[in-house]
């Protein structure tokens, strides 16, 4: 049997490859094929086809084949409509999944008739709860028959292709990826959407504060790994949260009651987004507006930059975050109240005033009736 690993691999990094040999191991499979994404229905790649097949070929280096049914096709390569295609032309396969898809399986197009064709194959991801995964599969195939396996002995490690490529805009380091590909993504400038906004904005921070907003980005991103958030999104709302931490500078249209306080570089941030950055998104300026002081009716960008903040790996060291960022990694709601109730109950300890928006926040997401 064939296993079918598809994907974006934009770009492909070497836990790919190594979850592919495992895979093919543990379930014996004859080959496990690489399928990169033509026409996504679930992403807007703009990673030009012929890249990313030229990056997943010297990351790859022979070891397995890629198959490139999906760089013919000019409709959404939907799995429902290209596992056939392949199951014609290999026979007997499989499909190889991770374990945030099969939980958004019943939100795919349908997912009944991926289980009629071939079995899924599952990996978990992170901290993925095997229990819970082996539940989410019990209730699809109750629902629509067919086979779902979870690997008991491959795991997925926390590397994503949008954190290589939060990364690479950053100009961090990127040892996820072969130093072949990294020579690719060097190359033909790949992930260079955001360099001048980038640029500036490392030139208003100190090194230490820039730091922070690097470690910002990639924590926004991991926490919307189970999201599912426009990359756009995440990656503009942490990277400006902390603009305006350094100047004196006070843009209109900020409320005067923050000036001259700890939060007003908040509010100050998403003017200055507004303004200097030519950010018109209301959700991305509202994520910077009250990344510090929250508010009631967080959105969930709201929410992500708040925790991220809090929880990013970079900078953030005091006692009790390595249980905050567990449970943001896990589940951004909880993650986000526990951060909350964290930072009121700091407040008060310290005898610091409360910002009305904090209470508003508190009230409604952590006391209790």
């Given at each position: 049997m064939i296993c079918?690993?598809?994907g974006a691999?934009?770009?492909?990094?070497?836990e790919h490859i190594r979850i592919a040999k495992e895979i093919k191991e543990e379930f014996g499979?004859?080959?496990?094929?690489f399928l990169p994404s033509g026409n996504s229905p679930h992403k807007s790649l703009e990673t030009p086809y012929d890249v990313r097949i030229s990056m997943l070929s010297v990351a790859i280096n022979g070891a397995f084949p890629i198959d490139l049914t999906e760089g013919t096709l000019t409709e959404r390569?939907?799995?429902?409509?290209?596992?056939?295609?392949?199951k014609e032309k290999y026979g007997e396969i499989a499909f190889l999944i991770?374990?945030?898809s099969l939980f958004a399986l019943d939100r795919w197009r349908c997912p009944d008739a991926i289980l009629k064709i071939c079995p899924l194959i599952v990996v978990p991801r992170g901290d993925d709860d095997l229990s819970a995964l082996r539940c989410a599969a019990d209730s699809y195939i109750a629902r629509w028959g067919g086979r779902i396996l979870i690997s008991e002995k491959v795991r997925g490690e926390s590397v994503s292709s949008s954190m290589i490529r939060a990364k690479a805009e950053l100009e961090l380091d990127i040892p996820?990826?072969?130093?072949?590909v990294r020579e690719i993504i060097e190359g033909c400038s790949l992930y260079r959407r955001y360099t001048s906004i980038v640029e500036r904005v490392r030139s208003m921070l100190r090194e230490g504060r820039w730091r922070h907003t690097c470690g910002v980005v990639l924590?926004?991103?991991k926490i919307n790994e189970r999201i599912g958030l426009p990359f756009e999104k995440v990656f503009l709302g942490c990277l400006l949260h902390d603009c305006m931490k350094h100047t004196d500078r006070i843009n209109p249209g900020v409320p005067e009651d923050v000036i001259g306080t700890k939060v007003l570089h908040a509010f100050n941030g998403a003017e200055e987004a507004r303004l200097a950055f030519k950010i018109e998104d209301e959700e991305i300026l509202d994520a910077i507006r009250y990344h510090t002081t929250a508010r009631g009716g967080m959105t969930t960008l709201d929410k992500l930059v708040y925790t991220a903040d809090m929880v990013e790996e970079y900078t953030r060291d005091f006692e009790g975050v390595e249980h905050l960022r567990e449970t943001a990694y896990r589940d951004l709601d909880e993650g986000f109240r526990l951060c909350l109730e964290s930072c009121y109950q700091s407040l008060i300890e310290r005898g610091i005033s409360i910002y009305h928006l904090t209470m508003d926040a508190y009230n409604e997401y952590c006391k209790k009736e």
């Open positions: 079918i690993f598809g691999f934009d770009p492909p990094h070497k499979f004859s080959e496990v094929v390569a939907y799995s429902y409509k290209v596992l056939p295609l392949l991770g374990g945030d996820e990826v072969d130093p072949s924590a926004g991103l």
